[in-house]
C-alpha cells in the first residue's frame, strides 16, 4: 500500500503549524513585556520602588533557576512529549497573569508584607513567576516543535520567524503598555495580556492535533528515539564544549538585552528627555527590527551559513551599544533611537545563529533537554541581572525627583550592561574556535542539500 505523503512534507501544513504556535508564543512575549514601560507608573501609582521592580522583574526565572522548573519542563519534555509538557505550559502561563493581575488590583492592608516584601508586590511576583515557568517550557516546546517539522529544511527562516512574530508581542506590549494604563489604570494591560494568553493556549490545543497526527505517520524508529530520554543524555550534553559555549553566550547576551529593556523606558525619559507616552516604542524598536531581520537572517544563514560569525558579530554591536548609552553627556534623544535600531540588529543576528546551532549539535532526542538546560542558565541572568540594576538605582543611582518619581542616573548600569556584552564577544569568540576544533558545523549552512 503506498505511504501517505508526510504532513511535515506539506509546505502548507508544516508552516500553518508555525503560524498556530507562534501565536501562542506571541501572546507570552506580550505578557512578559507589558509591565516593563510601566515602572514609573508602578512607583507613583502603587508606590513600587526599583527594588520592588527589579525583584518582581527577575520573578520571571525565579521558579525556573530556584526550583529548577525548566529543567523538569525539559525532561518532561523529552519524556512525555510535545503535547502534554506544552498544554501544561500554556496553562500555567494564564494562571500565573491572572495571580500576577490578583496582586496589582488587591487591597492589602497597609504596610502588609510577604518575606520582606509588600504583599501586593510579592503576589504579583509570585504569579509572575508561575508566568515564567509556562512560558520558558512553552518556548522549548515550540522550538523543538519547529526542529520537529523544520530539520533539514528552513529550520534557521522558521526557527527566525518564529522568534520575529515573538517580537511583535513584545512591541506591542511596550506601545501599548502606557496609554493603555493611562486611560484606564495600571493593571488594564495586564488583563489584555490574560486575554491573549487564553487565545494562545486555545491555539496551542489546536496544534496538539496536528502534532498527533504527525506522529502517527512517522515511521516507528523515531519514536522510539523520541521515549529514549535517560539521564545520559543529561551527562553527555553537559560535557559537550559546544553546550557550555553556547549557554554561557546566551546568559550574557541576553542579560545585555531583556532585563536591560525591562528599564530602559525609564532611561529614555530620564537620561534623553523623551516623553513616557513615546519611551515604550522605542524601547520596542528591537523587537521591531527584529521581527524584519531575524527570518532574514536566518535565511541567510540557512542558505550561507557562518553561524559563529555572526553571533560574535552581533555581540560585538551590543557593546557599541551599552557603552554609547552609559557615556553621561551623550544625552540626545537622536542618538538614544540610534542605538535602539543598532540593538534590533544585533537582537536579530545573535538568535538567528544561536538557536539553530543548539539543532546541529544535538541530536533531537537531547533538543528539548538541551534547549531547557540552556534556557535554565540563561534564566540565572534574567533573574540576578533585574534584581541587581533595581538595587544598583536605589542605592547609587537617584539623582533628583519628579513628582510622585525619583530621577536615576544610568551611567553606572549601563556600564554594567557593558561588561556582560564584552564578555558575551569573549564567549562568542571561544565558541567560534571551539566550532573549528569539534565540527559541530555552526558556520555551515543549516539547509541540507539532497
Ligand atoms: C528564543 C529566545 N527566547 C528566550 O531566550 C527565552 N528563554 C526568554 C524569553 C524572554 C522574553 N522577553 C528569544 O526570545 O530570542
Known amino acids: 500500500m503506498k505511504k501517505q505523503e508526510n504532513l511535515r512534507n506539506s509546505v502548507a501544513v508544516r508552516w500553518s503549524a ?32 526599583s527594588i520592588d521592580f527589579g ?66 508586590v ?30 533539514g529544511k528552513e529550520l ?39 486575554g491573549l494568553l487564553m487565545v494562545g493556549m486555545l491555539a496551542f490545543f489546536i496544534y496538539s492535533v496536528m502534532d498527533k497526527r504527525l506522529d502517527r505517520q512517522d515511521d516507528y524508529e523515531e519514536e522510539k528515539e523520541e521515549s529514549q530520554f535517560s539521564f545520559k543524555d543529561v551527562k553527555e550534553i553537559l560535557v559537550n564544549p559546544g553546550f557550555w559555549l553556547i549557554a554561557l553566550l546566551c546568559v550574557l547576551f541576553y542579560s545585555c538585552v531583556f532585563p536591560f529593556q525591562k528599564f530602559a523606558s525609564e532611561l529614555m525619559t530620564n537620561k534623553y528627555g523623551i516623553s513616557d507616552d513615546l519611551a515604550g516604542t522605542f524601547v ?39 557603552f554609547l548609552y552609559s557615556l553621561p553627556w551623550v544625552t540626545h534623544w537622536f542618538v538614544a533611537i540610534f542605538l535602539m535600531l543598532v540593538l534590533g540588529i544585533a537582537f536579530s543576528l545573535v538568535p538567528s545563529a544561536m538557536w539553530p546551532s543548539v539543532a546541529k549539535i544535538f541530536p533531537t532526542r537531547q533538543l528539548g533537554t538541551a534547549y531547557a538546560l540552556i534556557f535554565f542558565i540563561q534564566n540565572i541572568g534574567l533573574w540576578g541581572v533585574p ?20 530621577l536615576y542616573d544610568y551611567t553606572v548600569p549601563m556600564v554594567v550592561f557593558t561588561g556582560f556584552a564584552t564578555l558575551s564577544l569573549i564567549v562568542a569568540y571561544l565558541l567560534k574556535v571551539a566550532d573549528k576544533r569539534y565540527g559541530y558545523g555552526l558556520e555551515k549552512p543549516n539547509i541540507v542539500k539532497v
Open 18 to 49: 508555525l503560524g498556530i504556535v507562534s501565536f501562542t508564543m506571541m501572546a507570552a512575549y506580550f505578557v512578559n513585556d507589558i509591565m516593563a514601560p510601566l515602572k514609573s507608573m508602578l512607583e507613583a501609582n502603587l508606590g513600587w520602588t
Open 55 to 120: 525583584f518582581f522583574t527577575g520573578a520571571y526565572s525565579f521558579l525556573n533557576v530556584f526550583l529548577l522548573m525548566l529543567i523538569w519542563g525539559g525532561l518532561m519534555l523529552d519524556k512525555f512529549g510535545i503535547r502534554l509538557t506544552g498544554k501544561l505550559a500554556t496553562i500555567l502561563m494564564v494562571v500565573g497573569v491572572s495571580l500576577q493581575y490578583y496582586g496589582m488590583t488587591a487591597h492589602f492592608s497597609e504596610g502588609a508584607m510577604i518575606i520582606g516584601h509588600k504583599a501586593g
Open 122 to 151: 510579592f503576589i504579583a511576583a509570585a504569579g509572575y513567576s508561575i508566568f515564567g515557568v509556562g512560558a520558558e517550557v512553552a518556548g522549548i516546546t515550540v522550538t523543538k516543535i519547529i526542529a520537529k517539522w523544520f530539520r
Open 156 to 194: 534557521g527562516t522558521a526557527m527566525g520567524i518564529q522568534v520575529a512574530l515573538a517580537r511583535i508581542g513584545s512591541q506591542a506590549a511596550y506601545s501599548v503598555a502606557i496609554p493603555v494604563a493611562k486611560h484606564f489604570s495600571v493593571s488594564t494591560p495586564v488583563v489584555i495580556g490574560g
Open 284 to 322: 520596542g524598536l528591537p523587537a521591531l527590527g527584529a521581527l524584519i531581520l531575524t527570518p532574514v537572517f536566518g535565511n541567510v544563514l540557512d542558505r550561507k551559513g557562518k553561524g559563529a560569525s555572526i553571533m560574535m558579530l552581533g555581540a560585538a554591536m551590543l557593546i557599541f551599544v551599552h
Open 387 to 406: 534584581n541587581l540594576i533595581g538595587w544598583i538605582l536605589d542605592k547609587y543611582c537617584v539623582i533628583g525627583h519628579t513628582g510622585e518619581n525619583n
